[in-house]
C-alpha cells in the first residue's frame, strides 16, 4: 500500500497544479489547451473519488 502523507517543504513552490487554471501571466510556451486542461480537472476529480472511497472503506474496517 502506498502512503499518500508528504511532509511540506518550506522552500517549494507550489507549481503542479497552476497549469490548470487560467492565468494571464503564465508564458504562451506553458499554457494548456482547453482539451487539455479539461482532461486535467477530469483526472483530478477522478483521483479525488478513488481516495474518498478508499477513506471510506479504512473507515467501515
Do not use: C, K, W, Y
Amino acid at each position: 500500500m502506498m502512503s499518500m502523507t508528504t511532509t511540506p517543504d518550506s522552500n517549494a513552490q507550489p507549481e503542479q497544479l497552476e497549469f490548470l487554471l487560467p492565468a494571464s501571466h503564465v508564458s504562451a510556451r506553458f499554457r494548456l489547451s482547453a482539451a487539455t486542461r479539461r482532461r486535467g480537472l477530469r483526472h483530478i476529480a477522478e483521483i479525488r473519488r478513488q481516495l474518498d472511497g478508499a477513506h471510506d472503506d479504512q473507515r467501515a474496517a
